[in-house]
């Protein structure tokens, strides 16, 4: 018998066992992990002096949260940054790569869009909130005009991998769209909360952010912290049940009875355990990623950046490609080039089935072509995830209101996880906090900030 019992050993499941033990001294818990490694998505792959990623390639240093959270463990001294000011991020538009303003200055004095577009992106100003649930494209093309489309996909395939057909947007960016209920416009909603904004201002953009080793050192290190009697992997839990006492757990282990319970798991999984409550779907679409790790024995002549997003109006075969060796120190051995490139998302799932050898072949030949290498790689690698990026569409928000409803009506039941308020590192973090906090009785204020949709 536990205080709490933990699902999920992933980033979310980790941060809210972290958050306990240093903030509730004396608190039992135990956390359940299905696989027989903590860490869920994130999981960095190191091979012939190479390091690459099969998850999240890195998270951006603006989230208090999540600093504290490094503090707690010591990686804050670890951490190695890449700064948006200094590296930019391009999408590939009518054939070639272009930069993406990353600021609303950078962006209205941009040479890719004529003036009349620019014009048309300021008759937001006299918006009204656009009713219903919207997608992501409908409404970025009624308040901006459809010039901005191709950007907007460029940002939702380097963040959900997802369709900006069919992402909701009160689901993908809730701050924003509440403030529109207010504002109307989404210029005069920002400009408001710039002006309203509280604590210290960051004047300088925010920076990528990752470790020496790979992002795998975040969760390693989380591990570290923990006792081990505190982690159980291998340990798949296949039921939940409410009983007298809290909560009843079943699992590939045996039995577990805790007074509080929390689901610390991608949106489907928490679903699946969660079909006696009356669930309002039983499944939410997921886009699948696969890594195309390409390792060039050269120095390739890359654009100064992170790297690039193509839109799927591009009609190319990958998503956009990451110039790992360009962003962090020590991905590559020297003098060599290290690119990962995104293949599949929400749009082409069948092209994660492909086997190893045609998604290297295709990969190859759609950044030889975009980024002018003539060389051939020494290494090439297919990694796969292990699980989808949740997709928040039509009926999301719906699903949201039922999650929290069902928490409310469940003393002592928690629900956090990939999906479910983000699908970002930071927005786990700061999820999987507040759900410590609450467990400790606390009430942590809901956030409806606006937030940027990339990290
Ligand atoms: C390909 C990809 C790229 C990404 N890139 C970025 C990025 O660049 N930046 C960024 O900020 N974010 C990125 N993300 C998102 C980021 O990885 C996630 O936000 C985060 O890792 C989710 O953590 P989690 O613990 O909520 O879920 P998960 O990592 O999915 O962990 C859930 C854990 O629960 C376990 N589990 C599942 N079911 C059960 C069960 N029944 N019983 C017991 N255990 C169970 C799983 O084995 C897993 O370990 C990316 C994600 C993917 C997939």
Request: charged share 20%; hydrophobic share 40%.
């Amino acid at each position: 018998m536990r205080d709490t019992l933990i699902i999920g050993a992933g980033l979310s499941g980790l941060t809210v066992a972290q958050t306990l033990r240093v903030r509730c001294y004396g608190h039992r818990f135990l956390l359940l992990e299905k696989a027989g490694k903590a860490g869920g998505a994130i999981r960095s792959h190191a091979e012939d002096g190479f390091i690459a990623e099969a998850g999240p390639h890195g998270f951006l240093d603006n989230c208090r949260e999540s600093q504290d959270l490094l503090s707690s463990i010591g990686l804050d001294s670890e951490c190695i940054h890449a700064p948006l000011s200094r590296f930019s991020r391009y999408v590939y538009l009518q054939g070639a790569l272009r930069q993406i303003p990353q600021t609303p200055l950078a962006l209205l004095t941009t040479t890719l869009m004529p003036w009349k577009e620019k014009f048309r992106v300021l008759a937001d100003l006299w918006k009204k909130p656009l009713e219903g649930e919207p997608t992501v494209a409908q409404w970025a093309s009624y308040h901006f005009g459809p010039a901005l489309l191709p950007f907007v996909d460029a940002a939702l395939t380097g963040t959900y991998a997802g369709d900006m057909d069919r992402l909701a947007i009160g689901a993908v960016m809730p701050g924003l769209r509440q403030q529109e209920q207010l504002h109307g416009s989404i210029i005069r909603a920002i400009l408001a909360a710039q002006r309203n904004r509280t604590g210290p201002r960051r004047l300088s953009l925010p920076a990528m952010t990752s470790f020496k080793a790979g992002m795998q050192s975040l969760p390693d290190r989380l591990v570290d912290f923990l006792p081990e009697t505190d982690l159980l992997l291998n340990c798949g839990v296949t039921s939940i049940d409410k009983t007298e006492y809290g909560w009843q757990v079943e699992s590939s282990q045996g039995s577990f009875q805790a007074a509080n319970l929390v689901l610390a798991l991608p949106v489907n999984a928490s679903l699946a355990l969660l079909k006696n409550f009356d669930i309002p779907a039983q499944e939410i679409p997921e886009a699948w990623i696969a890594t195309v790790v390409l390792a060039f024995a050269k120095e390739v002549r890359l654009p100064p950046g992170f790297g690039y997003l193509a839109p799927e109006s591009e009609g190319r075969f990958s998503l956009g490609a990451l110039f790992s060796s360009n962003m962090f120190p020590g991905r590559a051995p020297a003098g060599c080039t290290l690119i990962e490139v995104l293949v599949g998302g929400r749009r082409h799932p069948e092209r994660v089935d492909l086997n190893d050898g045609t998604l290297i072949q295709n990969a190859l030949q759609d950044i030889k072509g975009i980024l002018g290498i003539a060389q051939d790689p020494i290494h090439a690698r297919v990694l796969r995830n292990n699980g989808g990026i949740p997709q928040p569409e039509q009926g999301y928000a719906e699903l949201l209101a039922w999650r929290n409803q069902t928490m409310g009506s469940n003393p002592g039941l928690f629900i956090c996880g990939f999906g479910w308020d983000g699908i970002g590192i930071n927005h786990m973090i700061k999820a999987a906090d507040g759900i410590a906090e609450r467990i400790m009785g606390r009430h942590p204020e809901q956030d409806a900030s606006i937030k940027g949709v990339y990290f």
